[in-house]
């Protein structure tokens, strides 16, 4: 029997089978994790054009080396909630601090957006900056509101988190919380000391954007020392936007507290 090598081209079979298997497992790295488009108020959010690892093998040894591949997973796994597959990368040198997608999102907004307690405080235990704002404003603390997150929003804000910081609309984490219904997230905000005459781009206060919805709010924002009878750029008084909206009883809070049309 022949003991030749069986070659193919210009290399030995196996050679060959060993270089194309080597070039499929550098395709399936990720590289790129695609902007996602969100509007300033949360509203649709198109996911990112992004293949992620989806097998980790175990820990390696030894001192944690800083890897930026690891990046895109890591802020992958924050928005998906996926603490164990987070950790992972974390390990392999994904940085918290550094990790950014092209929308400007961080580590800690995907997790405090996703309402993953466990990985927002993974994220502070490694000093992410809790103010950081995409790119459209919005930071953690006005997302995890939005949200109705009670026990995040809370957690950002004993790490620092301001509580007046802006979007591009001009909206405020109190703002976005009354817009969104959350009594809960509000109450907290505003015990944080949240202005409750604040404005947004267009002069309307927290009040105003409460006139269409649940009368607890309005009672709450009035409690804080909300102005009843401040007016937006086109003149409307937060009685006259509930009048318009035809919400009776927050009308009626409001008549009694002082407020006209």
């Known amino acids: 029997m022949s003991h030749k090598m069986f070659w193919a081209g210009n290399a030995p079979y196996w050679c060959r089978a060993t270089v194309y298997a080597a070039a499929i497992a550098v395709l399936a790295v990720p590289t790129q994790f695609a902007q996602a488009q969100t509007d300033a108020t949360g509203g649709n959010t198109r996911l990112p054009v992004f293949t992620p690892a989806t097998s980790v093998s175990s820990t390696p040894p030894g001192p944690i080396v800083r890897n ?6 890591l802020l992958y796994y924050a928005a998906q909630g996926d603490v164990a597959k987070f950790q992972a990368f974390l390990q392999r040198g994904g940085s918290v601090q550094e990790a950014r997608r092209k929308d400007g999102k961080t580590v800690l907004i995907l997790a405090a957006n996703r309402g993953s307690l466990p990985i927002v405080e993974i994220a502070l235990k490694e000093n992410a900056d809790v103010n950081a704002a995409d790119t459209i404003g919005m930071n953690a603390l006005m997302l995890a509101s939005r949200a109705g997150s009670v026990e995040i929003v809370s957690r950002l804000i004993e790490s620092g988190a301001s509580v007046e910081n802006r979007n591009v609309n001009g909206m405020t984490a109190l703002m976005l919380a009354i817009q969104a219904q959350k009594p809960d997230v509000v109450n907290i905000l505003l015990e944080k000391s949240a202005n409750p005459n604040t404005k947004d781009n267009w002069g309307n ?36 936007l509930s009048v318009a909206k035809k919400n009776e009883a927050v009308a009626a809070q409001l008549r009694t507290a002082g407020g006209f049309e």
């Open 205 to 240: 206060t927290p009040l105003m954007l409460a006139a269409g919805g649940e009368a607890g709010i309005v009672q709450s924002l009035l409690k804080a020392g909300a102005d009843v009878n401040t007016r937006n750029s086109i003149g409307k008084t937060a009685l006259g």
């Open 68 to 73: 930026p591949a690891s990046d895109a997973n």
